[in-house]
């Protein structure tokens, strides 16, 4: 076969050879296409980084930041202001740094408040002054009643409307109680001075209202014993101010309570506790008071056979400093903290104490039959 060089084969051969450079050309321009791709900037990744990816996104931590919303309190709502008394709502705080509700007792807001507060004896018999209805169904109820069954008006009709009961008693949705406090580390004993022997701080002394038996025993007991009252019915009443430091100048202090009942041990024990001064005690049994204070902080009039007995023991104690300072002994680790003794403030505890439960409770709950539960 001869091979041609005619003018018609170089130039199809200079095409030929044309055609395949360019597209060897477009060739080596496509591979070193593929191989330069580092070259151009990566994907980004870092923000997955920023997002927390090993956790799922949600939807609000895409969102820009925004500083965060405070928690709305709950409104805690004083259908009834007890005994009038007016106070400032602001003492939860400064008394108790208790700061969880917002405390109001406009009425205007009924229909918001997450819970009201209503005062056992301001009840009308009738109910006519209780919140109307109908009433919003995340509103909670509260009985708020701190006397014993035995000054407690039984008001028909109300023993199934409440959601939580307010009382002294320890087994009460909120127990509000004055707790002695437990320190690791140990206290000083100071005995405060004493110039009187045995106190009584006492403004009722009508035995109508249930005091039957503290009067039987303090008639006795002054046959034996001088007693120094203060109250109303002596002429020489206290002053709010002055209830702490004459509660300290006793050496005893008569914390009778004006009706016997479980759990109802009142600021009469807690207040020549926090004093400084040993309490002689008319209550329920020794065992119930040792459910909250030691054994050794009080003598129980149920401790001796009669108040002869008792008269005694306390003149004894009089003319023993060393037996006397035994009844100190438990304060190496155990206070008392004083109650408010301002006239107004007698109805801050408790308050306080509903407004720093419904700050921390949402459970749903039904008081049935609040009676029987008080009176049994
Ligand atoms: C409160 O108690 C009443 C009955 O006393 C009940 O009908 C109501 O459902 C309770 N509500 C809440 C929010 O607990």
Redesign the pocket.
Known sequence: MMFYTSKYQQLCLVATCWLGGIFSCLLFFQYSSTRCAPEIPPFKTDFIKDLNVSKPVSAAQVQPEQPPEPPEKPILLLWFLPENYKWDYGDCKKIYNIDGCHLTDDRNLYNEADAVLIFHKAISWDLSNLPPSPRP?????IWLHVESPTNTPKVPGIE????LTLSYRRDADISVRYPLTVSKKPNDIVIPKKDKLLCWFVSNMATHTGIGTRMKYYNELKKYITVTIFGRMTGSRLRDEDYFPVMASCKFYLAFENSVHKDYITEKLNGPLAAGTVPVVLGPPRQNYEDFSPGSSFIHIDDFPNAEALANHLLALDKDDEAYRHYFDWRKHVSATPQLTVWNQEFVIYICHACEYISRHKE????HDIYKWYFS
């Open positions: 169904p995340f509103q909670r109820w199934n409307l409440f959601n749903y709950k039904v008081a």
